[in-house]
């Protein structure tokens, strides 16, 4: 049997006091039961005048709010990128609101300097570009010496950080500060060399980017660049007071100037240790880049500055110690100079160190320029031809001869063989041999084949000039003398400049100042009778299309003269002095540009007077001059032609600058000599230009320059009178038609009848010449007759008046005349011809051949009667006088 279990084995069974909960890990728990509730809910208090935004009203804010003091405060946050946030708000309060800078400029740089050792680099960029473009621009003159001092500081603390890309970033601060101040240069330059060489001479540097190596090179360029220009202008002042000096005499007891003793010498020999250290970095460089087949961008341009920099420190060393020797100095740091230039020497030409020279052959070119343009610094500087080698000589002509290459390769190779360019005419004098024939041949093929619009342009116009002026140049004279064919290569390159000129046009003033200035300098220096001044003579007719001609139909085409400036207009004008004997030719080109209607007053003025100086030293004929003269007046187009006063519609008058041409050369006639014989010289061009019918304008001019020299015309001959009172004649006949017929014409110019203007000048003549008077008289009854005024017979011109015109003409001539009565004496002389006229008069009135209105014969009929009542008063008055003086 199975034993029963006893009642203790059984579950005992127990009352639940808590009910266990399985939860989820993860889940939130609910609050107990029993747990009391805190949460307040109340609205919200708002007091008046109290918000964030009232007390900020009127402050200059960013974008977020910020001031510009809590933004300043910000730059210092341990966070980059609120430090980041901070510089772009400061940039954003500055620009909208500018005057934050000006009041606050100096606690804004004492802060933001501190970022120039910042650890982060976008840091350091924004603070860069900040400066660049926001606070040296807005503030360029507010900041001065001791604000510059202040980032001075932290720059330089900057140029010895441990890490070398702020080191780097540091000479870029630099170069900003000096590219704004220059003038603060010179203060900080002795020590920001130290540190190029410190940079330099640091063996990381080569490990970092390239671009920030090329940002350090760019700044020394700049510092180096700067310092060459001190010293040249320390070079110019040093020569000037050398020159002062010696002028004050040997008891001069204390100068007058305060001589700078400091200069620039002092880094002399902070360049000299530049050099080793530059040579190094390149030849670092080209070890780096040996073994690859194509140069990348950055090392090049790493290449080519460290080149540039290297030849800046030569060049203040040339300057500094224009007699010593480079590549023979005494002192070990001369010795380590030569070693590296050595160096240099044997890398000349790059492509010999590279695997495959035939790729990016215009990359070594532009570096081997760099490399010859050091070299020839040193032979410049001591006159050593140690280096005037094949290899370097066979590489200028080949450069020179850059034109047959590729207009790809030209263009990428020209901006940077301009730095050659202005060693070719002391070159010139230093090479032996065959090398100088063909370095000339090679520099003329290279001029004549340069473009007007190229970058090489103005170069090679500056070597022209040098090679051309050699007369200043003794080393250059000394080559001329010995180079027969040195001739024939000037007479090339001066032929080139009227060329030139044309194909400048008037679309590069600059370069067409430049090219006249030469131009002006040639003829400057040129020797009269000389072969070269001979050549000079000669330009003058391929100038003439400069200025202006005539073609075979008669147009006349203007040259870009007309269109240029002011001042390329004046040394144009300035050439004509210098030729030796003005062409006609030449003087009548600009004869055509004085007679344009688009020439301005002063420069028509101005080339009178240089012409008249030009007269005065023998250079221009006489009767040149006097057709000049004569032409000037007769041709000159008067507007408006006609009539006295312009109306609105009509252009502007040009009268005044008229009256001011016949000023001057009323001055130039009264520089001559004996009036009278003037006159006699002058009055066949003279009559000749007033057989041609002008404008009154014109032969009134005409008649004001026989009044300027002589009213008695006492040198003339009766002939020649006679002449004169053909011409007259008609054109009183053709002022008295126009004028007084006209009902549209305006009367008066400056408060003076027209009539007045025009026949007064004639009224002048008859006062001082009575036969003059008598002639006209003549030949006014014949016209009252004959119906035509007696004219040569080339000028067969038949005026075709009716009887009525030719009445009218003659009665207001005649009326016009008695206006005067100083001219009464000499009408009373001609007693005899005016009854001949009133008779011819009255007889042609009562005709009845000839068929007119009844108003237009009373009309005639009372000017008629006029006329004669004031003749017989006149004639009757004069007898009286006379039987009384009898």
């Not at 127990?14 to 747990?35: E, Q, S, T, W």
């Not at 000006?102 to 570009?129: F, G, P, S, T």
């Not at 031809?385 to 200028?396: D, Y």
């Not at 050549?535 to 240029?564: N, T």
């Amino acid at each position: 049997m199975v034993r029963p279990k006893s009642a203790s084995s059984k579950k005992q069974k127990h009352g639940v006091d808590f009910k266990k909960i399985k939860r989820k890990i993860g889940r939130k728990l609910p609050p107990p039961k029993n747990a009391t509730n805190t949460q307040i809910r109340s609205k919200a208090i708002v007091l008046p005048e109290q918000s964030v935004a009232s007390e900020r009203e009127g402050l200059a804010v960013n974008k977020k709010g910020l001031t510009l003091r809590e933004l300043m405060q910000q730059t210092s946050h341990h966070n980059a990128k609120i430090r980041r946030a901070a510089l772009t708000g400061i940039k954003d309060v500055l620009l909208k609101h500018p005057s934050e800078l000006k009041l606050h400029k100096l606690a804004i740089i004492e802060k933001l300097r501190e970022r120039i050792c910042d650890n982060d680099r976008v840091v350091r960029d924004m603070l860069y570009h900040l400066l660049k473009s926001v606070i040296f621009p807005s503030s360029k003159e507010e900041i001065t010496a001791p604000i510059i001092s202040l980032l001075m500081a932290y720059i330089f603390n900057a140029m010895t950080h441990m890490a070398v890309d702020i080191r780097l970033m540091a000479f870029k601060f630099f170069e900003l500060v000096a590219l704004n101040y220059p003038s603060s240069f010179m203060l900080y330059a002795e020590k920001v060399l130290d540190n190029y060489v410190d940079i330099l001479r640091n063996n990381q540097i080569y490990l970092v980017e390239k671009s920030k190596l090329k940002n350090a090179l760019g700044g020394l360029a700049h510092c180096l660049y700067l310092l060459s220009n001190k010293s040249q202008e320390d070079d110019i002042l040093n020569n000037q007071n050398q020159s002062i000096a010696q002028q004050r005499g040997l008891y001069a007891y204390k100068s007058e100037v305060n001589e700078d003793h400091a200069g620039t010498a002092s880094f002399t020999g902070k360049t000299k240790a530049l050099v080793p250290v530059l040579i190094n970095s390149f030849l670092e460089s080209t070890s780096n880049i040996r073994t690859v087949d194509v140069i990348d961008a950055q090392s090049f341009d790493c290449m080519l500055c460290t080149l540039q920099c290297i030849s800046l420190a030569v060049k203040i060393y040339k300057i500094d110690k224009p007699h010593a020797s480079v590549l023979n100095g005494p002192d070990v740091m001369q010795n380590n100079m030569n070693i590296y230039l050595r160096k240099l020497w044997e890398t000349f030409p790059v492509s010999q160190l590279f695997a495959s020279p035939e790729k990016d052959d215009d990359k070594y070119i532009i570096l081997d320029i760099k490399i010859a343009e050091i070299f020839l610094h040193i032979v410049n500087c001591v006159n050593d031809t140690n280096f005037l080698s094949a290899k370097l000589l066979g590489f200028i002509e080949s450069l020179l001869l850059v034109g047959k290459h590729t207009r790809h390769k030209r263009l990428h190779i020209e901006k940077h063989m301009g730095f050659l360019l202005p060693f070719i005419p002391k070159l010139l004098s230093q090479v032996t041999g065959y090398w100088k024939s063909r370095l000339l041949e090679a520099f003329t093929c290279s001029f004549k084949e340069c473009k007007v619009d190229s970058k090489l342009f103005l170069a090679y116009l500056s070597a022209v000039e040098e090679l051309l002026l050699v007369t200043s140049n003794l080393g250059l004279l000394t080559y001329a003398s010995s180079c027969e064919d040195f001739l024939g290569y000037q007479i090339a390159w001066m032929r080139e400049i009227p060329i030139i000129l044309l194909n400048l046009g008037n679309k590069h003033p600059s370069s067409t100042r430049v090219a006249l200035k030469l131009l002006l300098r040639v003829g400057q220096s040129s020797i009269p009778n000389s072969p070269l001044g001979i050549e000079y003579d000669c330009l003058q007719f391929p100038l003439r299309e400069f200025y202006g001609i005539k073609d075979h139909a008669g147009s006349i085409h203007y040259g870009p003269f007309m269109k240029l400036p002011s001042d390329c207009k004046e040394l144009a004008i300035c050439c004509f002095y210098y030729f030796s004997s003005l062409t006609s030719d030449f003087l009548e080109s600009v004869t055509y540009c004085c007679l344009c209607d688009d020439m301005e007053s002063l420069i028509l003025l101005r080339i009178v007077e240089v012409v008249q100086s030009a007269y005065k030293s023998g250079h221009v004929p006489i009767s040149e001059y006097i057709g000049f003269l004569v032409t000037l007046v007769a041709r000159f187009r008067v507007t408006p032609e006609r009539f006295l006063v312009e109306r609105k519609q009509e252009k502007v008058s040009n009268r005044k600058t008229f009256k001011s041409l016949m000023g001057a050369i009323f001055g130039c006639l009264s520089q001559m000599g004996d009036k009278s014989l003037v006159l006699k010289l002058l009055f066949k061009n003279i009559l000749s230009e007033m057989l041609l019918k002008l404008p009154f304008n014109n032969f009134g001019g005409l008649l004001r320059m026989i009044i300027e020299l002589d009213t008695k015309l006492s040198k003339l001959l009766d002939e020649e009178i006679a002449d004169l009172s053909k011409s007259l004649s008609r054109y009183l006949v053709d002022a008295a038609s126009c004028i007084s017929e006209d009902p549209d014409v305006a009367h008066r110019f400056n408060q003076i009848p027209a009539i007045d203007y025009y026949v007064k000048p004639c009224i002048i003549l008859f006062i001082g010449s009575n036969s003059l008077l008598t002639y006209v008289l003549q030949l006014l009854d014949n016209f009252i007759v004959e119906d035509s005024i007696v004219l040569p017979s080339e000028f067969c011109i038949n005026y075709g008046m009716e009887i009525s015109g030719r009445i009218h003409a003659v009665t207001y001539i005649l009326m016009f005349m008695l206006k005067y009565v100083i001219l009464h004496r000499s009408l009373s002389r001609n007693k005899a011809a005016i009854e001949h006229i009133l008779l011819n008069m009255e007889k042609l009135l009562e005709s009845d051949k000839h068929g007119r209105s009844l108003e237009e014969t009373s009309k005639l009929r009372s000017g008629l009667d006029q006329l004669k009542t004031r003749i017989h008063d006149l004639l009757q008055i004069r007898d009286t006088n006379n039987l009384a003086g009898a």
